[in-house]
């Protein structure tokens, strides 16, 4: 149980479109999920939390017209990536806490390489 | 200063080695501790929480000291499949309960 699947896997993608990840919680329902981004070597870094019906919460410095998050059902969020650069070509990872659970109880998707060319 | 800090190895190994990791976090106010595992490329996943009274499970041992701010992590008799990084995790008090990773302690492994 509490599977996590991000779509898609890996993309590469040219300088000034757009790319949409999904996290979707299979066998559970999220009320929040979360976005992190990886870079090599580095930690994960939240960028926002998104919270199923409203507005997502993003960290600070992180832009909110670029990085555009929709929960819109209680089993899935997604980011899109507007107007790409190769500086946001990283590892981007959900993860998706169960409704009604503790904070710490976070289920990561599997994450999605993007490049950007 | 970092909020958490590790050290990020490379800590190489022998099989059935015992190895430790600390992590260091400088704000008082982190009341929930966690360590996980990210294997390459692989998204983090739990590998156990740490309480004040110390916790073990298995071969990996949990200890948290709040004088000093520090958890630690041991894990005994280690195997080729313990090679991963370990990611120090915390999580603050207040509504927010915003959850913060380390860089994370690279461990190997070798035959």
Redesign the interface.
């Known amino acids: 149980g509490a599977v996590v699947s991000q779509h898609p896997s890996w993309v590469i993608c040219k300088s000034g479109t757009s790319v949409k990840i999904e996290c979707r919680s299979l066998d559970f329902q999220a009320t929040t999920m979360f976005w992190y981004r990886q870079f090599p070597k580095q930690s994960l870094m939240l960028m926002a939390t998104s919270n199923e019906g409203s507005k997502a919460t993003y960290e600070q410095g992180v832009e909110k017209d670029k990085f555009l998050i929709n929960h819109a059902s209680l089993t899935l969020s997604t980011l899109t990536v507007t107007s790409a650069h190769p500086e946001d070509s990283s590892f981007y990872i959900c993860s998706a806490r169960p409704t009604g659970q503790a904070i710490y109880e976070q289920y990561f998707g599997p994450g999605t390489r993007l490049t950007v060319t | 200063r970092k909020e958490?800090e590790q050290d990020?190895g490379p800590f190489n190994v022998p099989e059935g080695a015992t190895v430790a990791f600390n992590c260091t976090y400088s704000n008082s106010a982190s009341q929930?501790f966690?360590w996980y595992r990210q294997d390459c490329?692989?998204?983090?996943?739990?590998l156990m929480?740490v309480y004040s009274s110390g916790n073990e499970d298995g071969r990996f041992t949990a200890q948290l000291n709040r004088a000093s701010q520090y958890i630690s992590l041991l894990i005994r008799d280690s195997k080729l499949s313990d090679s991963a990084t370990y990611?120090c995790?915390l999580?603050r008090t207040g509504g927010y309960?915003?959850?913060?990773?380390?860089?994370?302690t690279k461990l190997q492994v070798i035959p």
Do not use: D, I, M, Y
Not at chain 2, 41 to 46: A, F
């Open positions: 958490v990020p929930s966690f490329r692989k998204e983090p996943k739990l929480s990611l995790v999580q309960q915003k959850v913060t990773f380390g860089t994370g």
